[in-house]
């Protein structure tokens, strides 16, 4: 079956401190991924796909097939970075969402 | 450029009620997606529009829903006659027609929340 799986529902951290988001996903074929976000007020957006390897306001994802796992991470957590983050298989032009974690980021 | 557009953003009937909830797309996006998240849970998949035709409707809960998409503008789902489960956030999103992970990069409308009593 077809999954994406973010064991926390939030993850509280304070300004400076790393971050790490889990995402796992179940899929037979090849993945595609990527990690939405939905800040206070504003609308879902894309934050980064799993193809580009790019880094995002200072966030990053590495696909890890091994452990089927999308992890996004950053070294020092600002506090404009609290949200709401989904991470997101997309299978047949549709994105299959996890439930999201928030993060909170205090001063 | 204006974005993803939905109407209502806020929705409150009663059970066994109609409702219809609008979403105008980015001008130029051929694919269009409806998506619902039910409190706590994820969000989900409904169905997607290329253009004017359905192109996967398995997310579909039931008969319910009937979602249209008249000329490849603007689409509607219709909820008839709603149920208490019914309730959640309705988002719609659209994207340009490539192939591939470009269509994943999809540009969300604000939901419309409706909620069934």
């Known amino acids: 079956a077809q999954r994406v799986t973010q064991p926390e529902k939030l993850l509280s951290v304070f300004k400076g401190a790393p971050v790490e988001l889990k995402c796992n996903y179940s899929?037979?074929?090849?993945?595609?991924l990527f990690w939405y976000v939905q800040y206070s007020r504003q609308r879902l957006q894309l934050l980064l796909r799993?193809?580009s390897r790019e880094s995002i306001k200072g966030f990053t994802a590495d696909l890890n097939k091994g452990e089927t796992s999308f992890h996004l991470k950053k070294p020092f957590a600002q506090e404009e970075d609290s949200a709401m983050y989904y991470c997101?298989?997309?299978?047949?032009?549709?994105?299959?969402f996890g439930t999201g974690t928030r993060l909170q980021v205090f001063p | 450029e204006a974005g993803v557009t939905q109407f209502p953003s806020h929705s409150v009937i009663e059970k066994g009620q109609t409702v219809t909830l609008r979403c105008d797309p980015i001008?130029?996006?051929?694919?269009l997606y409806w998506y619902r998240r039910v409190m706590g849970k994820e969000i989900k998949f409904l169905l997607h529009?290329?253009?004017?035709?359905?192109?996967?409707e398995s997310g579909m809960p039931n008969n319910r829903f009937l979602a249209e998409r008249t000329g490849g503008t603007y689409s509607t789902l219709k909820v008839q006659p709603a149920e208490l489960e019914d309730s959640g956030v309705y988002f719609c999103?659209?994207?340009?027609?490539?192939?591939?992970?470009?269509?994943?990069?999809?540009?969300f409308g604000p939901g419309t929340r409706l909620t069934v009593t």
């Open positions: 997101a298989l997309g299978v047949t032009d549709k994105l299959i």
């Open positions: 799993h193809i």
């Open positions: 529009f290329v253009k004017e035709s359905k192109q996967d």
């Open positions: 899929y037979s074929g090849s993945p595609e």
């Open positions: 001008s130029g996006h051929d694919n």
């Open positions: 999103a659209s994207s340009q027609l490539f192939s591939g992970t470009a269509s994943y990069e999809q540009y």
